[in-house]
Structures are given as structure tokens and as C-alpha cells.
Nanobody
Framework: QVQLVESGGGLVQAGGSLRLSCAAS????????MRWFRQAPGKEREFVAG????????NYADSVKGRFTISGDNAKITVYLQMNSLKPEDTAVYYCNAYRLYSSDNYWGQGTQVTVSS
């Protein structure tokens, strides 16, 4: 059974930092793309950052470029999201996602709350 477990959320002041973790288990993820999404109250879920286990290619939403960094630890099958220079508009529930191209494999974690106070 595939599981994605996020951790690391919390309350931080504007300008501060947090590191989110997503521990994956239940299958081999070497061909998957791992992504972080977020959803603020009353808004749609939006893409934040992604990384490919295959070649470590990364991409980011424009709103977080230069402030957030996604990385992965193959040995621990864990993906991280380092978030620096946080802004109140970064407040949201952050979700980990794993999907595999050209397949129906698409998995979500339960989410972790990030709150940035001004």
C-alpha cells in the first residue's frame, strides 16, 4: 500500500524558514515524479515544486522561485521542501504527490499545515 507522509509544517513568522518532509513507502518510486502542492482556504490546490527521481530535474511555481528548494534522498525515499523567506501568502496546507508518467499512478499525502504570520 502506497503511503506518503508529510511532516514539518507549523507556525512561523514572515521571513522565517521551514523544511517539509515527505516520506514515501509501499512501492519503488524510482520512475516517479514527486511534487509539492498547496491549498489555501477558499482557493484551488496549486503546484509548488516538483522533482524527478530519474534525473533530479526540478521545477517551481513562479511564486516560490528563489525561495523554495525541493530535494530528494533516494536512500530514505524522502522528498524535502526547504522554504525560506516565507510570506503570509504562503499559508496553506501543503500536500506531497507522487505520480508516474503515462500511467494512472497518482498518490497524495494527507497534508501538513503551514501558517506564516505577518
Amino acid at each position: 500500500q502506497v503511503q506518503l507522509v508529510e511532516s514539518g509544517g507549523g507556525l512561523v513568522q514572515a521571513g522565517g524558514s521551514l523544511r517539509l518532509s515527505c516520506a514515501a513507502s509501499g512501492r519503488t518510486f524510482s520512475s516517479y515524479i514527486m511534487r509539492w502542492f498547496r491549498q489555501a482556504p477558499g482557493k484551488e490546490r496549486e503546484f509548488v515544486a516538483g522533482i524527478s527521481w530519474t534525473n533530479n530535474y526540478t521545477n517551481y511555481a513562479d511564486s516560490v522561485k528563489g525561495r523554495f528548494t525541493i530535494s530528494g534522498d533516494n536512500a530514505k525515499i524522502t522528498v524535502y521542501l526547504q522554504m525560506n523567506s516565507l510570506k503570509p501568502e504562503d499559508t496553506a496546507v501543503y500536500y506531497c504527490n507522487a505520480y508516474r508518467l503515462y500511467s494512472s499512478d497518482n498518490y497524495w499525502g494527507q497534508g501538513t499545515q503551514v501558517t506564516v504570520s505577518s
